[in-house]
């Protein structure tokens, strides 16, 4: 059990609770945290098969099809800023259970789509609603239970979305060609109701409801590293998905892969963060600090962005995914534990995290067919994509070093 400083005495003298920082309850925090991050990141993760498969059936343009995913992701972003307000109001678990059930029928009338407008409504609008609703609340209580090792247990909680990346891509991959697609669907949505119930079982909220107080801090925005920090994720999330929904069409179409090898380096490229992700969060909570982390991992993104212009062999795909896997695995895991360092009053963690999230929701919106439509007007070569992708990356991690500075000034060795 961690020690007890002045500060922590002074808080329970206040009659305020201190978070225990460890204990069997507060990692279930974490395990219920990641489950629903399974469903919340695993379901837009699966979207590169679903393309693929939209693309062949309904013979429309990779930018056209692209809307149906960026859509859902708008929404799983966009809806956070209200849920992370309900979460710091009090209404965890109603969030939850109202976010669940309408990511599970969404996905049920996904099964039984058969025009654009169909799979728009459920799998884009439907399933991003139910996504964006569930994703904050745990994750505002995880993050309350913990204070020096915050930013390992939202690694760790983020390790979910590497799971669910693999999972729900495998699943709908794998079961089309032998039960076919509506059931195939159906699978994953018994997956995610099983998933999300165990969640709802699992959380355990701990602070007080703060009830009065507005949707969106506004004064966060004065806050100079704040602003800053948003203004990088918002860059960053612009050409943050280009893997998860090109990197497959990339070795079909110009490697020369088979579809069922090319939706393979999509469950490559998402299961490399499972390891990754709780390593990762461990040196930046212990060692180099999240921001810290960040910062690196998001240079390192951008030169492995350029680097994928290079590839043009099997081999090459093979060992590009791998790495490529990792380091945007970990780049996105590290989104939450820097965030998080950002925010000093837990009361406040959900509406913050939130608000962040919303600014994304509108970069996600606009990236996917940013990239589908520099493509389609390259004649189906991803050189140009690739180029501005990782030009993209590049402006972000100088945001984030801005932000940084921000925030320590011209020092260096702090760990932040």
């Known amino acids: 059990m961690p020690r007890l400083g002045y500060r922590a005495l002074v808080e329970i003298y206040r009659g305020q609770f201190v978070p225990p920082d460890g204990g069997l309850v507060a990692w279930l925090q974490v395990l219920a945290t990641l489950l629903v991050s399974m ?20 013979q429309m343009s990779q930018s056209s099809v692209s809307w149906i995913g960026s859509v859902q992701f708008l929404l799983t972003f966009g809806m956070c800023t209200f849920s992370g307000r309900l979460a710091d109001a009090g209404y965890i678990r109603s969030t939850i259970a109202t976010g669940a059930a309408l990511v599970v029928l969404g996905i049920f009338m996904t099964s039984i789509g058969s025009q654009y407008w169909h799979f728009f409504l459920a799998q884009g609008v439907c399933v991003g609603l139910g996504l964006g609703i569930m994703f904050m609340p745990p994750l505002a209580v995880a993050s309350s239970y913990f204070s020096t090792r915050r930013t390992m247990a939202l690694t760790c909680a983020a390790t979910g979305s590497g799971i669910g990346s693999v999972a729900f891509p495998a699943l709908i991959q794998y079961l089309i060609p032998r039960i076919g697609f509506g059931w195939a669907v159906r699978c994953s949505g018994f997956l995610a109701l099983l998933c999300t119930m165990t969640a709802l079982l699992l959380v355990r909220p701990r602070l007080r409801p703060r009830r009065a107080g507005p949707i969106v801090d506004w004064a966060a925005f004065k806050e100079a590293p704040y602003l800053l920090y948003c203004m990088a994720v918002f860059i960053l999330y612009w050409a943050m998905f280009l893997g998860s929904f090109y990197i497959n069409g990339f070795a079909r179409n110009i490697i020369g892969f088979s579809t069922t090898d090319s939706v393979q380096l999509l469950l490559i490229s998402n299961g490399m963060s499972i390891p990754a992700r709780p390593i990762v969060g ?19 993104f951008s030169l492995l962005t350029f680097c994928w212009v290079a590839v043009h062999d099997r081999a090459g795909m093979y060992a590009f995914t791998v790495f490529f896997g990792l380091v945007n695995g970990v780049c996105q895991g590290m989104f939450l534990g820097s965030l998080a360092s950002l925010t ?50 590049l402006i972000a991690s100088g945001l984030l070093m801005a932000s940084r500075y921000a925030r320590t000034g011209p020092r260096l060795r702090v760990k932040i």
């Open 39 to 58: 469903i919340s990141w695993g379901c837009p993760a699966a979207f590169g098969v679903y393309q693929l498969y939209y693309r062949d059936t309904l």
């Open 282 to 300: 461990y040196v930046a909570n212990w060692h180099v600090g999240p921001v810290n982390t960040h910062i690196i991992t998001t240079i390192l």
């Open 344 to 393: 000093q009053d837990p009361e406040k963690m959900g509406t913050r995290m939130g608000m962040v999230h919303t600014l994304v929701a509108f970069s996600t919106l606009a990236g996917p067919p940013t990239a589908g439509a520099i493509i389609d007007r390259s004649g189906g070569k991803y050189t140009y994509a690739l180029v501005w992708a990782g030009l993209v990356v």
